[in-house]
C-alpha cells in the first residue's frame, strides 16, 4: 500500500487501484478544513482511515495550521485521540457524549389557507 499526495488530497493506493482517500481544503495560510474520508467497502475502514489521518495530522503540523472536521469519522476520530488535537481549531463539535451533536427532530406544522 502507498499513501500518495495531491493538494488537498490524500490516497491509498495498492496495485494501481483507489483503496481510500482524504480529501480537504485550504482555506488560508493557517487554516484547513478535512472535508470527508472514503474508504472502499471491502477494506478494513478504521486501518485506512486511521492511515490517512495520521499523515494529514503530520502535513497538518508541519504546515502549522489550524483544522476544522466535517467529515464525522475524523471527528470521533479526534475525540478519542486527544493527544492529536491540537491541531484542530476552536469550538469544534463534540461527537459523543450529553454535548454531542444529534439529529434535529422535525416537527412541521402544515398549515394550508384557502
Not at 72 to 89: C, T, V
Amino acid at each position: 500500500m502507498t499513501i500518495t499526495e495531491q493538494p488537498g488530497q490524500l490516497q491509498i493506493t495498492q496495485d494501481e487501484q483507489l483503496l481510500a482517500s482524504l480529501h480537504y481544503l485550504c482555506l488560508s495560510d493557517t487554516s484547513w478544513v478535512l472535508e470527508q474520508i472514503f474508504v472502499r467497502p471491502s477494506q478494513s475502514a478504521t486501518t485506512l482511515a486511521d492511515q490517512l489521518i495520521n499523515r494529514f495530522t503530520q502535513l497538518a503540523t508541519t504546515a502549522n495550521v489550524t483544522v476544522k472536521l466535517l467529515d464525522p469519522y475524523a471527528k470521533r476520530y479526534f475525540s478519542q485521540h486527544p493527544e492529536e488535537q491540537a491541531i484542530l481549531a476552536a469550538n469544534q463539535l463534540p461527537v459523543t457524549g450529553d454535548a454531542a451533536v444529534k439529529p434535529v427532530a422535525l416537527h412541521l406544522e402544515h398549515t394550508e389557507e384557502e
